[in-house]
């Protein structure tokens, strides 16, 4: 694709584009504004909170406040000392982009974004931009991803990502298969089997953490292994793949309902049939199956793989200078999907950014503190 030309079509102009105002945008826009660069962050969704405003209602961090916070403010605990819940978060990233005065333009969707020859030109639903280096901050949520079942379209009953279930109430009396043994589907499946029927069906058996054992332990494990290793991203324990034990999910163990079974064969116009060859009617399918990057706006730059990544050293992006990725997972930067642990890589990104601006390769990473606080 050719060159988009410099001036032409472009309407506005910055140093530093940041694609996403989640919580990985914002904690790169805290480390820009500290290194003093002209940025914006570019937003696509209506209000501040990112992801989080798209979480099931009764939806809960599985981490104290203090173990959830980006960089420079820590979030307020909850009046009732317990996990925050998703409004409390959302509350927090927006407090946190009035907080530091982030520039954040929305909603803007992002089109496509091009080389320039002298940079980016960044094609969205409000004009387009030119700059100099682009951060991609969109996660993932708006790209769920549903595994492939032969049958899979003939079926006839409700088919809901968890990125799009919002309560139980639908689900009432149905039969529902929970499909996925993450946390996410271990917290849907204990929410709704209180008003359904449900199955829970997983690649192998769920293991569980000890009950006292949370989110912020599992950082801290994570933290000691990356140390440890040299500052390399350290491959998961296998207790980090666990599912956590929240107030949810031990009340529906109680009610023993945390059973799971193996993957089903197909699907059929009313159910599924399983390994075994039986078939069961079923009312709904709840996909708790994860998500993929959403980078489709990156296809003018030839860096998209084939699984929908863009190859990385650390943050940067291996084949086209100026362009960093953070928030997306491990590849990323160790932790980089979290809120407390995206801080490190966002630091960094905006380190390099500064010295990639200036012509310069030398960091400065030592004078940010790794959690500042107020």
């Known amino acids: 694709m050719s060159p988009v030309p410099l001036l032409a079509s472009t309407d506005f102009s910055a140093d530093v584009l940041v694609i ?14 500290r290194a003093g660069l002209s ?24 981490s104290p406040a203090d173990a959830s916070s980006l960089p420079g403010w820590l979030m307020p605990r909850p009046v009732d000392h ?9 509350d927090y990233l927006t407090q946190y982009e009035q907080r530091y005065a982030l520039p954040v333009q929305r909603p803007v969707r992002v089109v496509e974004v091009q080389d320039s020859g002298q940079g980016f030109a960044v094609h969205t639903t ?54 996925g043994g993450g946390n996410s589907g271990a917290q849907l499946l204990a929410e709704v089997s209180r008003v359904a029927q449900t199955t829970w069906v997983t690649e192998k058996e769920p293991r569980f953490l000890p009950d006292d054992v949370d989110g912020r332990v599992l950082f801290t494990q ?11 991203v350290p491959a998961p324990p296998p207790s980090l793949g666990d599912v956590v034990m929240v107030d949810s999910v031990k009340e529906a163990r109680e009610r023993g309902a945390l059973s799971s079974v193996r993957p089903f064969a197909r699907f059929t116009r009313t159910g599924v049939v399983w390994a075994d060859g039986r078939e069961e009617a079923v009312d709904a399918v709840i996909w708790c199956t994860g998500f993929r990057p959403a980078l489709s706006f990156l296809k003018g730059l030839d860096v998209l793989e084939a699984d929908g990544r863009v190859a990385t050293t650390g943050t940067h992006a291996t084949k086209r200078p100026g362009l960093w990725l953070v928030g997306y997972g491990s590849w990323t930067g160790f932790a980089s999907a979290t809120l407390i642990g995206v801080g490190r890589s966002a630091r960094a990104t905006a380190d390099e950014i500064r010295a990639f601006l200036s012509g310069g390769v030398t960091s400065t990473l030592a004078q940010f503190p790794e959690q500042p606080a107020d």
């Open 222 to 232: 994570a933290t000691q292994r990356y140390h440890a290793q040299g500052g390399a």
């Open 126 to 179: 409000a004009g387009t931009w030119q700059a100099r280096a682009v951060v991609c901050a969109t996660g993932s949520w708006s790209h769920p991803f549903v595994p492939n079942y032969a049958g899979q379209a003939d079926f006839g009953g409700v088919q809901l990502h968890s990125a799009h279930y919002r309560e139980a109430a639908p689900f009432a009396g149905q039969r529902v298969l929970v499909v």
């Open 20 to 33: 996403g105002a989640g919580q990985s945008g914002l904690a790169v826009g805290y480390y820009l504004r």
């Open 82 to 90: 317990g996990f925050p819940v998703r409004d409390a978060v959302i």
């Open 39 to 62: 940025f914006q962050l570019l937003d696509d969704q209506p209000a501040p909170g990112g992801a989080w405003q798209h979480g099931w209602d009764s939806l809960r961090l599985f």
